[in-house]
């Protein structure tokens, strides 16, 4: 887990640094989803009431990326212009 918080923690500044024309916004929301997935399983494999907390400070990290992914998609599309940029 904290191997993927830690990959998902360098992505997710990867995409809010990077150009986003240099970047594919199908699979970065793909990346996001696959991860919320992840988490999802992981809690599935706890036992009926025990928690952890880093899986559920890196479930918010993911959640927290997650809802934006329609503006990753717009800002990604590959129509948009340096007029649309201005």
Same mark, same amino acid.
Not at 37 to 45: S, Y
């Given at each position: 887990?904290? =191997?993927?918080? +830690? #990959?998902?923690?360098?992505?997710?500044?990867?995409? *809010?640094? @990077?150009? *986003?024309?240099?970047?594919?916004?199908? #699979?970065?929301?793909? !990346?996001?989803?696959? *991860?919320?997935?992840?988490?999802?399983?992981?809690?599935?494999?706890?036992?009926?009431? #025990? =928690? +952890?907390?880093?899986? @559920?400070?890196? =479930?918010?990290?993911?959640?927290?990326? !997650?809802?934006?992914?329609?503006?990753? !998609?717009?800002?990604?599309?590959?129509?948009?212009?340096?007029?649309?940029?201005?």
């Amino acid at each position: 887990m904290w =191997t993927n918080r +830690d #990959e998902f923690s360098r992505l997710r500044h990867k995409w *809010y640094t @990077e150009n *986003y024309k240099d970047q594919n916004a199908e #699979e970065i929301v793909k !990346i996001m989803t696959e *991860y919320r997935k992840g988490n999802n399983d992981m809690k599935l494999k706890m036992l009926q009431g #025990e =928690t +952890d907390e880093v899986l @559920e400070a890196f =479930t918010d990290e993911v959640n927290d990326v !997650i809802q934006h992914k329609d503006l990753f !998609i717009a800002f990604g599309n590959k129509a948009m212009q340096a007029r649309h940029w201005k």
